[in-house]
Each structure stands twice: as structure tokens, then as C-alpha cells.
């Protein structure tokens, strides 16, 4: 077994750390997160210690330190195999069946752990997903291959805009841009009947509704400042995706 890194008086500090950084940028609540640090530094010896977090940064100092440490949050996904992982790891700590070296290594194997499925499996979801959806919306059995069409294509677009900009808004925005513009012709060539229940069935792969969960349930859970922050990332979400589709009916 590899040994950690880290000093030994830091590891239970760096283990919190690194266990709310993984279910923060996995997509987890900003409560559950702060819920599952402080387990972990209870188990590991640390009572008394405080944790402050927020969608794009954690604080947390230990009790017998009088310095407080930051880890930075750029990047959000959603990833709930990691957060159901870590979840697991504060289980075997809590109950002693996992030693503290144990945990920050599997930790960290976690955390440089790739998505669990990969990119094309995620397009064909998404497209198959979205036919479903147009079917559910209203639209005829013609309208099923128009949709899955546009929800493929729409949501491997954002995938590679957004790895490629880096920019998410950008993403959202020239994808829905480019379903309604697929949409629009699919139906004039008469391939699909219903372009309205196409768009909208298309775009629900790119809807923001774990943002949207999260950011009521962190209000309801009294975080003012993670929940308006993330409500308000899934406002912006939904103008762009919404804008993309305006642009769409008004130039067309």
C-alpha cells in the first residue's frame, strides 16, 4: 500500500478537504457536503471543527488549529457514483472498519477517477432520452426521430463546445441554437410534424434540474448563499438555452 504524502498531523484536515472538493464538484448540496466533513472529522478526531461552503470554494478549519484552510471550486458536474463513494468512505471511517491512510488513498483514486460512462453512451442517453421526451410532450410517432436527432446532436454539441470554449452559458446557447435550427428543417422536409414538441423534447437533456433541485433545497436547508448562487446558474442556463430557441423563430 502507498504511503500518503501529507504530514500526519494534516492528513485528517486534508482528508475533509478532499472529500467535500469531490462531492462539491460532483454535484452534491452544499448542506450534505458540509454534513459529511463534519463526520469525517469526528471520526478522525477532530471534534469542534467548522466548515464554510459555498459552489465555488470550501473553508474549513479543525478545532485545535487557529488557521482556517480554502480549497477553490472551478469545475461542477454531476457525478453521483463519486458522491455516493465518498458518502460510503465516511461510513467505514465512522465505524472503524477503515484507517485514515485507507480512506485519503481511496480518496484520491476517486477524485482522478474518469466519469463512470463514457462520452457516446452519454450522447445516445441523450438522444433516446429526448425522443422520449417529445413523445411525452405530445408528438405524434413521426415526431420520434426528429427528436432523438436533435437531442444527439444538440447535446454532443454542447459537449464539445464545452470542453472546447469552456465557457457553459456559450454551450447552452449554440447548442439550443443548433436543435432549433435542426428542428426547423427536419419539419420543413417534412420528417417531423410538431417542431414545438421537437424543440422542447430536445432540450431536456440540457435543462439545469439538479441545479435547480439543489439550489431549493440548500435555501430549505437555511443556505442563503449557495442557494441563490446556484439558482442563479440555473437561471442563466435557462435564458440560454431559451435565447437559442428565440434567435431560432425569430430569424426563421
Given at each position: ?65 487557529q488557521w482556517a484552510k480554502l480549497i477553490r471550486i472551478v ?178
Amino acid at each position: 500500500m502507498e504511503e500518503s504524502l501529507i504530514p500526519p498531523d494534516q492528513e485528517p484536515v486534508e482528508i475533509c478537504l478532499l472529500a467535500g472538493k469531490i462531492m462539491l464538484q460532483s454535484g452534491a448540496e452544499t448542506y450534505r457536503v458540509e454534513d459529511t466533513m463534519t463526520r469525517l472529522a469526528t471520526s478522525l478526531g477532530l471534534p469542534g471543527s467548522q466548515s464554510y461552503v459555498t459552489p465555488t470554494g470550501i473553508v474549513f478549519q479543525s478545532g485545535e488549529m487557529q488557521w482556517a484552510k480554502l480549497i477553490r471550486i472551478v469545475e461542477r458536474t454531476t457525478d453521483l457514483e463519486k458522491v455516493a463513494a465518498v458518502n460510503n468512505i465516511s461510513r467505514q471511517l465512522g465505524n472503524g472498519t477503515l484507517s485514515p491512510e485507507a480512506a485519503y488513498q481511496q480518496l484520491v483514486r476517486i477524485d482522478t477517477s474518469r466519469h463512470a460512462y463514457p462520452l457516446p453512451l452519454q450522447i445516445v442517453a441523450a438522444a433516446i432520452a429526448s425522443g422520449c421526451f417529445t413523445f411525452m410532450f405530445g408528438g405524434v410517432g413521426k415526431d420520434l426521430l426528429p427528436g432523438i436527432l436533435c437531442g444527439g446532436l444538440g447535446f454532443a454539441a454542447f459537449l464539445w463546445l464545452h470542453r472546447l470554449v469552456r465557457v457553459k452559458f456559450f454551450a447552452e446557447f449554440t447548442a439550443s441554437l443548433m436543435i432549433g435550427i435542426v428542428a426547423y428543417l427536419l419539419v420543413q422536409i417534412h420528417l417531423g410534424t410538431a417542431l414545438d414538441k421537437i424543440i422542447i423534447g430536445s432540450v431536456m437533456p440540457l435543462v439545469p434540474g439538479l441545479l435547480i433541485t439543489n439550489a431549493v433545497r440548500d435555501l430549505m436547508a437555511g443556505h442563503l448563499v449557495s442557494g441563490l448562487s446556484r439558482g442563479a446558474e440555473a437561471f442563466l442556463t435557462a435564458f440560454a438555452i431559451g435565447a437559442g430557441i428565440a434567435v431560432v423563430f425569430t430569424v426563421l
